[in-house]
């Protein structure tokens, strides 16, 4: 079974911008403007996430929907509480799991990709602030004129968890992701770290969710689909014990692969050891981890993804990076992976039917763990990029104020923002 990729919809460099947004949510003049609200963060929006969405949509054209899933069988079949189907005028639809700001501009954004190829969008999404009251009743007028919106199923919703809750299969927050699922793309845009840390109960809570997330989806979606991880990594607060388990599936493919070995050891002199410890943080620079963190966190996916049936396949479509500390090295790291799962259709071996083409075999752990090494030889500086291109820069400003002003912030206000932040940051 092949393992290809469909083709990219689009160049990096197409200055394209969405059209005017409809005027569901009346002007207030807000001000207080976000780190997310930079122009950086749109490129990540535009040029990562909603490529790949659109790839993913050209893709499943070719594929029956999936209903629904029931997790648990029989005895956890729909009784009436699961999302709502689609209408009959509502087309087909693409399911998302994300975790939101009280904008929902993400959201938003990808209104437009999908409903540009005839989709419709159900979205799920998790936002702890909204136990606050004034980040509830932000998040309430932007939910519910986003839902307003044509190819927008009306029982989508934003609920007040955390993404860590769904690793207690006890909770309201499984439930609900259940409910909703199976997800034709998920997008954790974490504000802490997949980088494992000192916090190793936050570590443990994070790993925890996010496997269960993928045993969930292994089981549940036989369609490709895309995860959109974005992380902040911070040398400083790196675990030298959570990066030792982090680094274990990489370790292990240094041993089988002479040649994945010698790459990785090119690419961290030093730091990776088949003896304890595993890796030397020490012998790390922020620019390595960067770089790196693609390979090693693939190499973790792969180990989980091949110990079930069927097995996934996983693949860094991109690989970003923006600085929000420069002083200390830290960086933004957002990360478009393709996960298929790889199944192999039934075959004749008795030779009664008429012999077959020949298919390509499916991907070992070492194939992909080459793929990813040259997937992740260049994580692209946005901030420098956009400094060298300023014509996507103006149009990815204006597709931003545009989103910014239809959720009630005062657009000439962001300019003169935007402009003092970024001559800051040169």
């Not at 499916?362 to 763990?369: F, G, N, T, V």
Request: aromatic letters at 8%; charged letters at 25%.
């Amino acid at each position: 079974m092949s393992d290809e990729l469909p083709a990219e919809p689009s160049d990096l460099a197409d200055d394209v911008a969405p059209e005017a947004l409809p005027t569901h949510t009346p002007l207030v003049g807000r001000t207080d403007f976000k780190p997310w609200h930079r122009t950086h963060k749109q490129f990540v929006r535009e040029r990562q996430w909603n490529d790949a969405i659109t790839r993913l949509i050209k893709e499943l054209r070719r594929k029956p929907e999936l209903p629904p899933a029931s997790w648990d069988g029989p005895d956890d079949a729909d009784n009436g509480t699961s999302a709502e189907a689609d209408p009959p005028t509502e087309g087909r639809r693409i399911r998302c799991f994300t975790l939101p700001g009280e904008d929902l501009l993400d959201l938003q954004s990808a209104w437009y990709s999908i409903t540009a190829e005839q989709f419709s969008m159900q979205y799920l999404g998790f936002n702890s602030e909204l136990q606050r009251n004034d980040s509830s009743a932000n998040s309430q007028v932007r939910e519910a004129a986003l839902n307003m919106r044509d190819r927008v199923i009306k029982k989508s919703t934003i609920k007040g968890y955390r993404f860590q809750d769904i690793a207690n299969q006890q909770s309201k927050a499984w439930s609900e992701f259940k409910k909703y699922g199976p997800y034709d793309w998920v997008n954790l845009d974490l504000c802490d770290t997949l980088l494992p840390t000192v916090n190793t109960q936050l570590t443990e809570q994070t790993f925890s969710a996010l496997t269960q997330l993928l045993k969930y989806q292994v089981a549940c979606q036989t369609n490709p689909w895309l995860m959109f991880i974005t992380t902040q990594i911070d040398l400083g607060v790196a675990d030298q014990d959570g990066m030792c388990k982090l680094v274990s599936p990489t370790i292990k493919n240094m041993h089988s692969s002479q040649e994945f070995r010698a790459a990785m050891e090119a690419r961290l002199p030093s730091a990776l050891s088949f003896t304890a410890p595993a890796c030397d943080m020490s012998k790390f620079t922020p620019d390595q981890l960067v770089q790196n963190f693609g390979v090693l966190l693939g190499k973790w996916l792969c180990v989980v993804l091949f110990a079930g049936q069927p097995r996934c396949a996983v693949h860094l479509l991109s690989g970003y990076k923006y600085s929000i500390n420069p002083a200390k090295g830290v960086h933004m790291l957002s990360m478009a992976m393709w996960l298929k799962p790889l199944i192999a259709p039934p075959s004749d071996s008795t030779g009664l039917a008429k012999p077959e083409v020949a298919r390509a075999p499916m991907p070992s752990e070492i194939d992909l763990a080459m793929r990813l090494l040259k997937q992740t030889e260049n994580v692209l500086d946005i901030d420098a990029f956009l400094r060298d291109h300023p014509t996507l820069r103006e149009s990815l400003l204006k597709s931003q104020a545009d989103l910014l002003a239809g959720s009630g912030y005062d657009r000439e206000t962001y300019l003169k923002w935007i402009a003092e932040q970024e001559t800051a940051a040169r």
